[in-house]
């Protein structure tokens, strides 16, 4: 299952983990971005089952995802990526801006992830999460505190969700993009000044893709990564490596 999935990060997760043979529930907001992803999916031979729902109404979350579990079965792995970005000076951010950020990108991860989690102790199943953290987990950029809070809140709640069901084992990893190369940044990617300085601040000189998040993700989801748990992993080109 794959939050997100119309775009981006999300869509080329869907696509490398439909590549690793796994059947997809893909989540999205809008119906019409969700069915495009879906045909492109299934035109490479990945079975794939949709969900449009706008996780921001996290009193929702619950019964939504049990008749999920009801229609399609209960998922082996759960990929946290929906989010947002509202940018705006801490002193000039509006309150509703702030709570949009955080429902998002923070509390609706909480309670999909105990949602999902609760299916898999019932039934016994072992289960991964994959949360989609960022550099804003560890730093900081001006114009960004909602999106930097909600972001250091994904990094420990990976790591608390992880100790509370590791003896259920259900794995909780989360994966800290740099910057990519998606449609959410494209204010920034088509920007020449930003993305001379993101070239050259970036060790290996270049914005991410959505297939340099995507592999990892599928590394976590194997059983390759069986003894990893409550981990931030950075794929940053070495942004943080440096200064």
């Keep these: 299952m794959v939050t997100g999935a119309s775009r981006g990060i999300g869509l080329g997760a869907a696509r490398a983990l439909g590549r690793a043979g796994s059947d997809l529930l893909l989540v999205a907001r809008g119906e019409a971005g969700l069915q495009r992803a879906a045909a492109e999916l299934e035109a490479s031979g990945v079975r794939v089952c949709c969900s449009a729902f706008d996780l921001a109404a996290t009193e929702c979350i619950s019964p939504w995802f049990d008749n999920l579990v009801e229609r399609f079965g209960l998922p082996t792995l759960l990929v946290n990526n929906a989010g947002i970005t509202l940018r705006g000076l801490a002193a000039d951010l509006s309150l509703a801006d702030w709570h949009q950020t955080l429902s998002l990108n923070l509390t609706a991860m909480f309670e999909l992830s105990r949602c999902f989690a609760r299916h898999c102790m019932a039934q016994r199943k072992p289960a991964k999460i994959v949360n989609i953290a960022s550099l804003m987990t560890v730093a900081a950029r001006r114009g960004t505190s909602a999106y930097t809070a909600s972001k250091g ?80 992993i950075y794929v940053d080109g070495g942004w943080l490596a440096t200064f």
């Design 153 to 232: 809140g994904v990094g420990q709640l990976t790591k608390a969700l992880a100790i509370e069901w590791a003896e259920h084992r259900i794995h909780v990893n989360a994966i800290a993009p740099g910057y990519i190369d998606t449609e959410l940044n494209s204010a920034l990617t088509q920007d020449p000044e930003f993305d001379a300085w993101v070239r050259k601040r970036c060790p290996l000189g270049r914005w991410g893709t959505p297939d340099d998040v995507a592999w990892p993700i599928v590394f976590l989801s194997s059983p390759a990564a069986d003894f990893i748990t409550g981990q931030v």
